[in-house]
């Protein structure tokens, strides 16, 4: 057995099996995991997919770079840096959306805080925003 888990929860990783992680991510490339199985030890077998299969690849690929990697829990409510990291924009994005009412606040002292589920049903909401502007895009393509 390669790993070992140490104190708190980490995981100390050598080089038998970082080298096993990196045959891994070299051998799926560039696709996308869809979908992968797992089997315990008493034959049973699980399929995992989704978000949990783009996790195991993130820690896999992590693995194979070497170096540190930390894997955390998103808690209910979300500093406002936290919450572009989230979306994908910058923390002035973040305060824009907040002053505009797109994105409801509490406060801590004088710092704001977004609830997590808020900013991830925000992220989805521009999402299919922009899923929908391409579709209009492309039926304008298509008229032309």
Known sequence: MSTILATRGSLLIDDELRLNATAVVD?????????????????????IDGDVGALVRA????????????????PE????????????????????????GDLATTMVGTHHRVSYKDVIA???????????????LLLLDGDV
């Open 122 to 136: 925000l992220k989805k909401a521009r999402r299919d925003a922009q899923n929908t502007a391409i579709e209009q």
């Open 27 to 47: 051998e799926v490339g560039d696709e996308e995991l869809e979908r992968f199985s797992i089997t315990t030890t008493t034959g049973r077998v699980v399929s």
């Open 77 to 100: 409510t979300l500093t406002t840096s936290t919450a572009a990291d989230v979306l994908g924009v910058s923390r002035t994005t973040v305060m824009k959306l907040i002053t505009k």
């Open 59 to 74: 820690v896999l690929t992590r693995v194979a770079q070497g170096g540190e990697l930390s894997v955390l829990t998103l």
